[in-house]
């Protein structure tokens, strides 16, 4: 069996890097994007999409609500957790947040977050 490969999508390149580094200490296999666009992208060139996707809220272009919506069009069984530093309740009041979505916030351990992703593919 394969390890679990989650899609990190953050528009910031340390937050990226650094949430990736943390995913494969913890065993799942790791692809990257930068923004909205260049995952959904990604989820649609793909063969096989991946187990989750793991995107920021708050990002130019395409954030992460607007990203799971288009996904999820198409793949409505795609898992999609997201993150962000922003406080849920601020994301709900800005209309960024659908109640259907998982949430971590941020900033998280290498064990919170690994917690969070396996509740997410459960």
């Not at 528009?11 to 994007?33: P, Q, W, Y």
């Not at 999409?49 to 395409?62: A, E």
């Amino acid at each position: 069996m394969t390890d679990p490969t989650i899609l990190v999508v953050d528009d910031e390149d340390t937050v990226r890097l650094v949430v990736g580094r943390m995913l494969r200490a913890s065993g799942f296999a790791v692809l990257e994007a930068r923004d909205g666009r260049a995952a959904l992208q990604m989820v649609q060139q793909r063969d096989h999409p991946p187990d989750l996707i793991l995107t920021d809220v708050v990002m130019p272009l395409l954030n992460g609500g607007e990203l799971a919506s288009r996904v999820r069009a198409s793949r409505p069984d795609q898992r999609i957790l997201l993150m962000s530093a922003y406080a849920l309740e601020d994301l709900r009041q800005r209309g960024l947040y659908a109640e259907e979505l998982l949430f971590v916030q941020k900033p998280f351990t290498v064990e919170q977050l690994a917690r969070a992703v396996r509740s997410a593919l459960a």
